[in-house]
C-alpha cells in the first residue's frame, strides 16, 4: 500500500470543482504519470501516497491503520 500513489488530473472530479468555485487549475497535471519518475516531475502538492491520503480521513483512521497494521503518517505535502 505504501507505494501505491494518488493524485489529481485537470479533467477529474476534484478540479472541475475547484475551477466551479473560481479556484486556478491550471498547475493540475493534464495527463497520467506512466512510470515511476514520471511523479517525479509533477508539481508538489499534486501526488501522495493513498496512505497519506486516507491519513486526511479521521473518520476512518482506526480502521485504515488496523487493515493496514500501523500507524498513519501526517497528510499529503
Known amino acids: 500500500?505504501?507505494?501505491?500513489?494518488t493524485g489529481v488530473l485537470a479533467t477529474d472530479?476534484?478540479?472541475q470543482g475547484q475551477s466551479f468555485l473560481a479556484q486556478d487549475t491550471s498547475a493540475s497535471p493534464?495527463?497520467?504519470p506512466r512510470a515511476?519518475?514520471?511523479?517525479?516531475?509533477?508539481p508538489i502538492g499534486?501526488?501522495?501516497t493513498q496512505r497519506d491520503l486516507f491519513a486526511t480521513?479521521?473518520?476512518?483512521?482506526?480502521l485504515?491503520?488496523?487493515?493496514s497494521?500501523?500507524?498513519l503518517k501526517p497528510p499529503c505535502r
Do not use: Q
Request: proline share 3%; hydrophobic share 50%.
Open 1 to 5: 500500500m505504501a507505494d501505491l500513489r
Open 13 to 15: 472530479f476534484l478540479a
Open 30 to 32: 493534464t495527463k497520467k
Open 36 to 42: 515511476v519518475s514520471d511523479l517525479d516531475k509533477l
Open 46 to 48: 499534486m501526488v501522495c
Open 57 to 62: 480521513m479521521p473518520e476512518i483512521d482506526n
Open 64 to 67: 485504515f491503520a488496523e487493515v
Open 69 to 71: 497494521g500501523g500507524l
